[in-house]
């Protein structure tokens, strides 16, 4: 049983339309972190977010945390081919354990 | 600065057989991780160190273990390797400042036929 859970598994648009990834979990998390992972290569952190209702902006990707600390959300504006890979989010638990969710696997067709 | 380097990238053992994953980080990290990744599945942690001289167990330890040698390495031995550990293995690290942040290494790809 996954401790974070993701949603969608998989989403495959066109350049240019918005998305939103959701990360979601019954336990409370100091802080919380999304990935990106391209093929072949290992997870990248895009940001953390710590406080519960934080709202983070990167270029095109805004982070949610929620009020609760539960959960999270990615959106893009415009999505670009660039955009294409497996985004995951973490939790930090205690004792500096990270626990990922499964993955969404994005591809943005131009 | 080479960050967290992982050794070998593609490896591919016969059942029964062992071997040790290498991680090596030049951060200066207190806490290093393994983890393993398979389809659909994401990352689960398989032994973690808070810290050098101490490690515990994650969500999949059967199977393995590890060795926190010093600060900087981390190593993963497989003693009987299975099929069922066929997988992508990464390590990480991390440093807690206010709120912890994983950096990860390229991964090892282990095929066990």
């Known amino acids: 049983t996954q401790l974070l859970e993701q949603s969608p598994q998989f989403l495959s648009i066109q350049e240019g339309e918005n998305l939103t990834v959701y990360c979601n979990s019954s336990?409370?998390?100091?802080?919380l972190q999304w990935y990106r992972q391209e093929p072949g290569e290992g997870p990248v952190l895009l940001v953390t977010?710590?406080?519960?209702?934080e709202v983070k902006k990167l270029k095109r990707l805004t982070f949610q945390f929620g009020d609760a600390r539960k959960d999270s959300s990615l959106h893009i504006t415009a999505a670009q081919p660039g955009d294409t890979g497996l985004y995951l989010c973490?939790?930090?638990?205690?004792?500096?354990?990270?626990?990922f969710g499964s993955g969404t696997k994005l591809n943005v067709k131009p | 600065n080479a960050g967290v380097t992982q050794n070998p990238k593609f490896q591919v053992l016969k059942t029964g057989q062992s071997m040790t994953l290498q991680c090596a980080q030049d951060?200066?990290?207190?806490?290093m991780y393994w983890y393993r990744q398979d389809p659909g599945m994401g990352l689960r942690l398989i032994y973690y160190?808070?810290?050098?001289?101490?490690?515990d167990k994650g969500e999949v330890p059967n199977g393995y273990n590890v060795s926190r040698l010093n600060k900087r390495e981390f190593s993963l031995r497989l003693e009987s390797a299975a099929p069922s550990q066929t997988s992508v293995y990464f390590c990480?690290?991390?440093?807690?400042?206010?709120?912890?942040?994983?950096?990860f290494g390229q991964g090892t790809r282990l095929t066990v036929v």
């Open positions: 990480a690290s991390s440093e807690i400042k206010g709120y912890t942040e994983a950096f």
């Open positions: 951060m200066n990290h207190n806490s």
């Open positions: 160190s808070a810290s050098e001289g101490t490690t």
């Open positions: 973490a939790g930090a638990g205690n004792f500096n354990k990270f626990y």
């Open positions: 977010v710590v406080t519960g209702g």
């Open positions: 336990s409370v998390f100091s802080s």
